[in-house]
């Protein structure tokens, strides 16, 4: 199995930034499709962003401009890059990995976001 483990998160003040990070057990990190959802309390867990196996990359329309996802091979790891960030944005992330139409995810990092 594929294991998934999210940090990075915490507290900061509208307008800061922070750089969510999500390192994967497996050697098949390279062939993974990654993604970071969040959910907010009392809400459904929604997509925020997804980079491919060749580093293409697509966002959420609450986040593009603001957030940028990434992937090392070589660590195994996935970045999310998250700047003017907004109270909106308060929610757990989670990672999320797609290998061979198979799905895992990580058990979340929370990120609040403050006034």
């Known amino acids: 199995q594929v294991q998934l483990v999210e940090s990075g998160g915490g507290l900061v003040q509208a307008g800061g930034s922070l750089r969510l990070s999500c390192a994967a057990s497996?050697?098949?990190?390279?062939?993974?499709?990654m993604s970071w959802y969040r959910q907010a309390p009392g809400k459904g867990r929604d997509w925020v962003a997804t980079?491919?196996?060749?580093?293409?990359?697509n966002y959420a329309d609450s986040v593009k401009g603001r957030f940028t996802i990434s992937r090392d091979n070589a660590k195994n790891t996935v970045y999310l890059q998250m700047d003017s960030l907004k109270v909106e944005d308060t929610a757990v992330y989670y990672c999320?990995?797609?290998?061979?139409?198979?799905?895992?995810w990580g058990r979340g990092t929370q990120v609040t976001i403050s006034s």
């Open positions: 497996a050697s098949t990190f390279s062939i993974a499709i």
């Open positions: 980079v491919g196996r060749t580093g293409s990359t």
């Open positions: 999320k990995a797609v290998v061979r139409d198979t799905l895992y």
